[in-house]
């Protein structure tokens, strides 16, 4: 069965640099949720979309914007990189009010 | 806000036994869901089982089931017949299933060791 994909899957940057990481949803799944995960902690939810507007929100850096494209893949986009951006950055996809399935995230690395 | 509570940051059980993982939530809504994830090294987030709250019945995959106690809000997690490959980060979340979209709000996580 397709899953989510990510890509890259790794991801070096210096400070001040910016990174763009994609997800591909499930195909027909209608829904995008981006996660960030640090060393040692639980996933933090960023931001969602829906049918290609956003649905809620999280504690989302005003440095990092994303957006869901007419085919449904969304991108996350991240400016300004600082230290404490780097983690795992997980999409998930889920078909509206079902179980959201993650993909195999992007570890970006600031050096 | 619903917040997500994992009391055990680590339990160990041996191979073949039962285990069960705790994990409490507090929310105001009505219409909601939760689950477990599990998170091997491979650090890939993997759905193992999810519960309706307006279902009484207690959902059960395989060797996976849950007790689902909404008085209590409570949600935890068994674990039959555990294998080596169950060892994993396990993590308990809500989802507001109100409003489309809605984020998964997880627990701290639980670190389960299998031994031989």
């Known amino acids: 069965a397709a899953g989510v994909i990510q890509s890259p899957r790794h991801l070096i940057k210096e400070k001040r640099e910016t990174a763009t990481l994609k997800c591909y949803p499930i195909?027909?799944?209608?829904?995008v949720y981006w996660y960030q995960q640090g060393p040692g902690q639980d996933p933090q939810f960023l931001i969602s979309f829906y049918e290609k507007m956003q649905s809620d929100k999280g504690s989302i850096p005003d440095r990092f914007s994303a957006q869901q494209f007419s085919d449904y893949h969304s991108e996350l986009n991240m400016s300004s990189l600082e230290l404490g951006d780097s983690a795992l950055y997980f999409c998930?996809?889920?078909?509206?009010?079902?179980?959201?399935?993650f993909g195999p995230g992007t570890r970006l690395t600031v050096l | 806000a619903q917040t997500v509570t994992q009391s055990q940051p680590e339990m160990s059980v041996q191979e073949a036994e039962t285990v069960t993982l705790s994990c409490t939530y507090d929310t105001s809504e009505s219409d909601y869901y939760l689950f477990w994830y599990k998170q091997p090294p491979s650090r890939q987030m993997i759905l193992v089982i999810r519960?309706?709250?307006?279902?009484?019945q207690n959902a059960t995959e395989n060797r996976f089931s849950v007790n689902f106690q909404k008085a209590a809000k409570s949600f935890s997690l068994k674990i039959s017949d555990s294998q080596l490959g169950d060892a994993a980060m396990y993590f308990c979340?809500?989802?507001?299933?109100?409003?489309?979209?809605?984020?998964?709000?997880f627990g701290e996580g639980t670190q389960l060791t299998v031994n031989p």
């Open positions: 519960q309706e709250a307006y279902k009484q």
């Open positions: 195909p027909r799944h209608d829904t």
């Open positions: 998930a996809s889920s078909l509206t009010y079902n179980e959201q399935f």
């Open positions: 979340a809500f989802m507001n299933g109100e409003t489309s979209g809605s984020r998964l709000t």
